[in-house]
């Protein structure tokens, strides 16, 4: 399957499971997807962040999501240590390498999936799409293909995105 871009708000995408990137120390963040998911999911969301905490840079944790989302599940991924902090795009690489792992081991046929590193880690958009795609395409060689949709609320990163031409798998825009 082709990997989707959509712009719009990564809470309404149908899927099995939501990625929801986040920092090693505990600190979920007001005005970031964080704070927008832990709006909408409520505080058992953040006090099971919170226990998982300290993280390091690739772990990834699966935790059921609320009742009221559209997503059965979460994909907690830690791209940075400490909230706001500049990132390199292997942090990306390596975070996506384990959720895919670990998406691929508990059979997560669908994932929404924003952007890593983008916002506070000041990767450009381009460049974590990029890298985001790579590990996607290593999972499919080893026969692990889900739908993957790469949602981001922000008309100029998915422009960004798909102005040259993505790699492979190809892309689609949706608004």
Not at 44 to 60: A, N, Q, S, T
Not at 93 to 119: F, Q, V, Y
């Given at each position: ?100 792992r670990l998406a691929r ?41 889900p739908d993957i949709f ?26």
């Amino acid at each position: 399957m082709p990997v989707t871009v959509l712009c719009g708000n990564i809470l309404e995408q149908p899927a099995e499971a939501l990625v929801l990137p986040c920092n090693g120390s505990g600190i979920m963040g007001f005005m970031s997807l964080a704070g927008d998911v832990r709006r909408f999911m409520g505080r058992r969301l953040y006090l099971e962040y919170r226990k998982l905490c300290p993280m390091e840079v690739g772990d990834v944790h699966l935790i059921d999501a609320s009742p009221s989302a559209r997503q059965e599940k979460v994909l907690l991924a830690c791209t940075m240590i400490l909230p706001g902090t500049p990132i390199p795009v292997e942090n990306v690489s390596k975070t996506s390498r384990a959720i895919l792992r670990l998406a691929r081991d508990h059979g997560i046929a669908s994932l929404a999936w924003p952007l890593l590193g983008s916002g506070g880690g000041r990767i450009d958009g381009r460049k974590s799409f990029e890298a985001i795609v790579k590990e996607i395409e290593a999972f499919r060689e080893q026969g692990y293909d889900p739908d993957i949709f790469i949602v981001e609320k922000s008309p100029h990163k998915v422009r960004a995105i798909l102005e040259e031409p993505a790699p492979s798998p190809a892309s689609t825009l949706e608004f």
